[in-house]
């Protein structure tokens, strides 16, 4: 599985900043300034402190793409075996501190386990040089997002999408996976229910919701979640995943039964 990583730095409020702006009092009382208002932005080590704030935002963003970029462990997204072609997204928070530290670290993205990983990243970056307001030190949020999308390599002669039933198991891979995808919405279609969803949504005519769960190595759909509109609706589509029948063979990689997992977004009519 090959990953196409690309990653982007903003800093918050970073299109209102202005060299010529003036600190309020309030602010320079407080102890975190955003990036827009601060006097002097933090300073990554290795950039030269004799640039300007915006040429120092973009040797910040240079070097903090470059840290991500041979430090973020991509094995670990390699293991969550994603459907081909899946956007990522890793929302990362965190603060410089008054000494010039990173702090605060916060994650967000669809798997604890990319979570963890933009974490521990966050972790490795060396100390920086604060931000200053009024000459003193003041802590600095910071928002960046790292996105990958998933580029799987092409299937062997060996590998098989699973096989949902009235699917003819000697399709190519390309062909079992459309037809098993087309099968799963069908039977979403058939089993919905679309008085809950005409309740739910009484000015639309119809209304979307994605589900993503996996075919374990025997067949069965496990580790369901849905979103949607409505925690009801995500729940009803979680609901009808999960009475959803056994296929009649899981995916396989080289010859051997493999976890598939599968995402798919459904749009209903009613």
Same mark, same amino acid.
């Given at each position: 599985?090959?990953?196409?990583?690309?990653?982007?730095?903003?800093?918050?409020?970073?299109?209102?900043?202005?060299?010529?702006?003036?600190?309020?009092?309030?602010?320079?009382?407080?102890?975190?300034?955003?990036?827009?208002?601060?006097?002097?932005?933090?300073?990554?080590?290795?950039?030269?402190?004799?640039? !300007?704030?915006?040429?120092?935002?973009?040797?910040?963003?240079?070097?903090?793409?470059?840290?991500?970029?041979?430090?973020?462990?991509?094995?670990?997204?390699?293991?969550?075996?994603?459907?081909?072609?899946?956007? $990522?997204?890793?929302?990362?928070?965190?603060?410089?501190?008054?000494?010039?530290?990173?702090?605060?670290?916060?994650?967000?993205?669809?798997?604890?386990?990319?979570?963890?990983?933009?974490?521990?990243?966050?972790?490795? $970056?060396?100390?920086?040089?604060?931000?200053?307001?009024?000459?003193?030190? $003041?802590?600095?949020?910071?928002?960046?997002?790292?996105?990958?999308?998933?580029?799987?390599?092409? #299937?062997?002669?060996?590998?098989?999408? #699973?096989?949902?039933?009235?699917?003819?198991?000697?399709?190519?891979?390309?062909?079992?996976?459309?037809?098993?995808?087309?099968?799963?919405?069908?039977?979403?279609? $058939?089993?919905?229910?679309?008085?809950?969803?005409?309740?739910?949504? #009484?000015?639309?005519?119809?209304?979307?919701?994605?589900?993503?769960?996996?075919?374990?190595?025997?067949?069965?759909?496990?580790?369901?979640?849905?979103?949607?509109?409505?925690?009801?609706?995500?729940?009803?589509?979680?609901?009808?995943?999960?009475?959803? #029948?056994?296929?009649?063979?899981?995916?396989?990689?080289?010859?051997?039964?493999? !976890?598939?997992?599968?995402?798919?977004?459904?749009?209903?009519?009613?």
């Amino acid at each position: 599985m090959k990953f196409n990583l690309s990653l982007l730095l903003f800093a918050i409020s970073l299109f209102t900043f202005s060299q010529e702006t003036k600190p309020s009092e309030d602010i320079i009382n407080s102890d975190e300034v955003s990036f827009a208002l601060v006097e002097r932005v933090p300073i990554y080590k290795g950039c030269n402190e004799d640039m !300007d704030n915006k040429g120092l935002k973009e040797c910040f963003n240079d070097k903090i793409n470059s840290h991500i970029a041979e430090n973020f462990n991509i094995k670990v997204a390699e293991k969550l075996n994603l459907p081909d072609e899946t956007m $990522v997204k890793i929302s990362v928070f965190f603060k410089i501190s008054t000494t010039g530290k990173i702090v605060d670290i916060k994650a967000r993205a669809p798997y604890p386990e990319l979570e963890a990983e933009a974490i521990r990243t966050m972790n490795l $970056v060396p100390e920086l040089k604060p931000g200053f307001i009024d000459g003193k030190p $003041v802590k600095v949020p910071y928002y960046l997002p790292i996105t990958f999308k998933v580029d799987n390599p092409k #299937p062997s002669k060996n590998d098989k999408f #699973p096989v949902f039933r009235s699917c003819d198991e000697t399709l190519s891979y390309e062909a079992l996976k459309e037809c098993t995808t087309n099968k799963i919405k069908d039977y979403i279609k $058939v089993s919905i229910n679309y008085e809950l969803a005409d309740k739910l949504f #009484p000015l639309d005519k119809s209304t979307q919701f994605l589900v993503s769960f996996t075919i374990n190595k025997k067949g069965k759909a496990e580790q369901i979640t849905a979103k949607a509109h409505k925690k009801e609706m995500a729940a009803e589509a979680i609901n009808v995943l999960k009475r959803m #029948p056994k296929f009649k063979s899981p995916g396989y990689k080289n010859g051997k039964p493999v !976890d598939t997992k599968m995402q798919i977004l459904m749009t209903i009519f009613f």
